[in-house]
């Protein structure tokens, strides 16, 4: 069976940094485009960035600021987080190329 299991999320005040993870299985990761999405509250799901094997690409609304890699060894995809702000308060997703959804980790930034 396919998982996806994100975690690291929590409570960071305003210009912290997180680094989420999502832990796969199930499926050939190495081989697999990876994506991040975000959803917060009563607001549509938004794409942050995915990665493949030969790129990164990011939504406009992580440019600058998010950073996704991937340990091919350990099935892990990463999403680093800098200069975090209320507007990055959300559930972090990561989904497979079939568009899978496993369950996400909540990010809360406030002071």
Same mark, same amino acid.
């Given at each position: =069976?396919?998982?996806?299991?994100?975690?690291?999320?929590?409570?960071?005040?305003?210009?912290?940094?997180?680094?989420?993870?999502?832990?796969?299985?199930?499926?050939?990761?190495?081989?697999?485009?990876?994506?991040?999405?975000?959803?917060?509250?009563?607001?549509?799901?938004?794409?942050?960035?995915?990665?493949?094997?030969?790129?990164?690409?990011?939504?406009?609304?992580?440019?600058?600021?998010?950073?996704?890699?991937? =340990?091919?060894?350990?099935?892990?995809?990463?999403?680093?987080?800098?200069?975090?702000?209320? =507007? =990055?308060?959300?559930?972090?997703?990561?989904?497979?190329?079939?568009?899978?959804?496993?369950?996400?980790?909540?990010?809360?930034?406030?002071?």
């Amino acid at each position: =069976d396919v998982q996806l299991q994100a975690s690291g999320g929590g409570l960071v005040q305003p210009g912290g940094s997180l680094r989420l993870s999502c832990a796969a299985s199930g499926f050939a990761f190495s081989a697999a485009p990876m994506t991040w999405v975000r959803q917060a509250p009563k607001k549509e799901v938004e794409w942050v960035g995915t990665s493949d094997t030969k790129m990164t690409t990011y939504s406009p609304l992580a440019m600058g600021r998010f950073n996704i890699s991937r =340990d091919n060894a350990r099935s892990t995809l990463y999403l680093e987080i800098t200069g975090l702000t209320p =507007d =990055d308060t959300a559930t972090y997703y990561c989904l497979n190329a079939d568009g899978y959804r496993g369950q996400g980790t909540q990010v809360t930034v406030s002071s």
